[in-house]
């Protein structure tokens, strides 16, 4: 008889569980709503959000409650990939019910998607006017998603009788998978810990830098997670403040960098271990580099004087070669190649163990090794040439696997490219707003460079898909449609 490769009765559990854990997230935005003096209308869909999110998750939890087993591989990669789907749809609840915001089905996922992703594009237009749960919820998302949910999960979930090492090899499909401590769960929690302290660190900068508690707070939720949502229209550009400006930077610096690194750097005591990184070592580079770049441009091309050229550009390459995507200026109508040059930071992202998008710096790195290596190869065909990263030798194995990822990288990117331009974009636009979105960037070019609001259910669709792809890395999601994966 043929049984699927799949613990189907485990995956439904664990699904049931992380949603049903999920949905008392919804009180927090609710509570903050009472406490601002929020309309009804504006609670009211936190309420019924979490009745259907809990309803849903215990629905799935309860009939296959007794039934526990190891999970496997697949198993992991299926329940990584639906919990993102399906808190991508439950997420989108609360703006789909308040019905001020007037939101299609696809455009309360879209929004959902890209909060919980940290992508950072929106549809909303008005940030402003809205009551605060709506707005703290955004920000919340994003926090909640940088560092990924399935990894907070798996602090807790060994306490249910559910191992985690699936979970945590599906949801950090990087190139690196060392674990800071012996046990998963031990690694899940200092990763937390690292993040939690770097958040509240950044909320009392940017309190005593001139925000509001809630602004200060709900920044440094996007902030540390590299997510970009903003309570405001002008995102950081509201508060016109080179102080706050700088402290972003910081921030958006450290959250980009791999989170072992801090783990490592703190417990020795010693900060010369992130330079001993060779990637660390790249990422710094690039943005230095790019720095350098955008500002003498802005400068000679008389966009602005000295100082602001050089504090425009600063924050501008680290916000979008981050994958943040906070804006102080109009980036996109800069003068030149710069739009374009940004655009293309992104690709890069952030370090890999980092809440950054992008394809990260290591698979850059690595890119440009083996270029290096197969120009040799040219002079010196019997040559034995290896590709290093510091001190460790990279294996062929790892670099197919990198070139493997680039190749659907492109695929996926082109293949969606089509879908955008067939729906009515210029290419501009359209190639923009694919970029942004499976980079997990947010704001692109053309039309799309200050929100999304014009565009049609088709291609909010679409581009929910890039960044869940964007998110989990491209090979989480797609080894899903391969035959292979469902065969024994």
């Given at each position: 008889m043929y049984s699927l490769p799949i613990q189907i009765r485990v995956v439904q559990r664990v699904v049931g569980i992380l949603l049903t854990l999920f949905s008392f997230t919804l009180f927090t935005p609710l509570l903050i709503g009472i406490i601002y003096g929020d309309p009804f209308n504006a609670i009211a869909p936190f309420f019924e959000a979490f009745a259907a999110t809990i309803a849903t998750g215990l629905l799935l939890y309860l009939p296959v409650?007794?039934?526990?087993?190891?999970?496997?591989?697949?198993?992991?990669?299926?329940i990584v990939v639906l919990f993102w789907a399906v808190l991508g749809i439950f997420g989108g609840l609360p703006f789909y019910l308040y019905s001020a915001l007037d939101m299609s089905i696809a455009g309360a996922i879209f929004e959902s998607m890209?909060?919980?992703?940290?992508?950072?594009?929106?549809?909303?237009?008005?940030l402003d006017l809205l009551p605060k749960?709506?707005?703290?919820?955004?920000?919340?998302?994003?926090?909640?998603?940088?560092?990924?949910?399935?990894?907070?999960?798996i602090a807790v979930l060994p306490m249910l009788?559910?191992?985690?090492?699936?979970?945590?090899?599906?949801?950090?499909?990087?190139?690196?998978?060392?674990?800071?401590?012996?046990?998963?769960?031990?690694?899940?929690?200092a990763l937390w810990y690292i993040y939690l302290g770097l958040t509240v660190s950044c909320a009392l900068a940017y309190w005593a830098a001139g925000m509001t508690v809630f602004d200060a707070i709900g920044h440094s939720f996007s902030t540390v997670a590299i997510g970009g949502f903003s309570t405001h229209d002008n995102s950081i550009g509201f508060f016109d403040s080179t102080a706050i400006e700088m402290i972003a930077v910081v921030f958006m610096l450290i959250s980009g960098v791999n989170f072992a690194l801090h783990f490592t750097a703190a417990r020795q005591l010693d900060v010369r271990h992130y330079w001993r990184d060779e990637e660390f070592r790249t990422y710094a580079g690039i943005a230095l580099v790019l720095t350098i770049?955008?500002?003498?441009?802005?400068?000679?091309?008389?966009?602005?004087?000295?100082?602001?050229?050089?504090?425009d550009g600063l924050f501008h390459v680290v916000s979008i070669g981050t994958t943040t995507?906070?804006?102080?200026?109009?980036?996109?109508?800069?003068?030149?190649?710069?739009?374009?040059?940004?655009?293309?930071?992104s690709f890069a992202g952030g370090c890999t163990g980092s809440t950054g998008g992008g394809m990260k710096v290591i698979r850059i790195l690595l890119l440009f090794k083996q270029?290096?290596?197969?120009?040799?190869?040219?002079?010196?065909?019997?040559?034995?040439?290896?590709?290093?990263?510091?001190?460790?030798?990279?294996?062929?194995?790892?670099?197919?696997?990198?070139?493997?990822?680039?190749?659907?990288?492109?695929?996926?990117?082109?293949?969606?490219?089509?879908?955008?331009?067939?729906?009515?974009?210029?290419?501009?636009?359209?190639?923009?707003?694919?970029?942004?979105?499976?980079?997990n960037l947010g704001p692109g070019l053309g039309i799309v460079a200050a929100n999304y609001s014009s565009l049609g259910d088709f291609s909010l669709s679409v581009l929910s898909i890039a960044m869940l792809f964007g998110r989990l890395e491209i090979f989480t999601l797609l080894i899903l449609f391969t035959p292979a994966f469902w065969r024994q």
């Open positions: 409650k007794d039934h526990v087993g190891q999970l496997r591989l697949r198993d992991g990669f299926l890209s909060g919980l992703t940290t992508t950072g594009a929106t549809i909303i237009v008005g749960s709506i707005l703290f919820y955004r920000q919340q998302m994003q926090w909640l998603g940088g560092m990924g949910i399935i990894v907070l999960a009788g559910i191992g985690g090492q699936q979970l945590f090899r599906a949801e950090t499909p990087g190139i690196s998978k060392d674990k800071l401590t012996p046990r998963i769960a031990g690694t899940a929690k770049i955008t500002s003498s441009y802005l400068y000679m091309s008389d966009t602005s004087d000295v100082k602001n050229s050089f504090i995507g906070f804006t102080s200026e109009e980036y996109f109508n800069w003068p030149g190649f710069l739009p374009i040059l940004l655009l293309f930071a270029g290096q290596r197969e120009m040799r190869r040219l002079l010196h065909p019997h040559a034995t040439i290896m590709v290093k990263v510091g001190k460790q030798t990279m294996s062929n194995r790892m670099i197919d696997v990198v070139w493997g990822f680039f190749a659907s990288y492109l695929a996926l990117l082109a293949v969606m490219l089509l879908l955008l331009m067939a729906a009515g974009l210029d290419q501009e636009s359209a190639f923009s707003a694919v970029v942004a979105c499976l980079n």
